[in-house]
Nanobody, 124 residues
Framework: QVQLVESGGGLVQAGDSLRLSCAAS????????MGWFRQAPGKEREILVA????????TYPGSVKGRFTISRDNAKNTMYLHMNNLKPDDTAIYYC?????????????????WGQGTQVTVSS
């Protein structure tokens, strides 16, 4: 089992940058594929980026491509979401998740463990 705790959220202005962290404890962090999701008010949770055990990453929705990137530091048991040029539409609760599946994991149902979420609010 692995426990995940997100941090780094807050209130920022449009155009600002923010880095979210996801700290893992429990079983070996490097044995999990990871992902970042977000859920905006009144919307379903969506995947943003996913990263394989090796560190290779991919970004999913067009709205964040070129602005959001994911990275992981297996030595620190931590994953990051780097968000640049934030927009009001990025306002949401951001979640990290861990999956025991191989490769890129892009289905919410394939993630085994979830953090509690961190709020990001972007003002115009």
């Amino acid at each position: 089992q692995v426990q995940l705790v997100e941090s780094g959220g807050g209130l920022v202005q449009a155009g600002d940058s923010l880095r979210l962290s996801c700290a893992a404890s429990g079983r070996k962090f490097s044995s999990y594929a990871m992902g970042w999701f977000r859920q905006a008010p009144g919307k379903e949770r969506e995947i943003l980026v996913a990263i394989r055990r090796s560190g290779d990453s991919t970004t999913y929705p067009g709205s964040v491509k070129g602005r959001f990137t994911i990275s992981r530091d297996n030595a620190k048991n931590t994953m990051y979401l780097h968000m640049n040029n934030l927009k009001p539409d990025d306002t949401a609760i951001y979640y990290c998740a861990a999956s025991s599946k191989l490769g890129y994991v892009n289905q919410e149902k394939d993630y085994d463990y979830w953090g509690q979420g961190t709020q990001v609010t972007v003002s115009s």
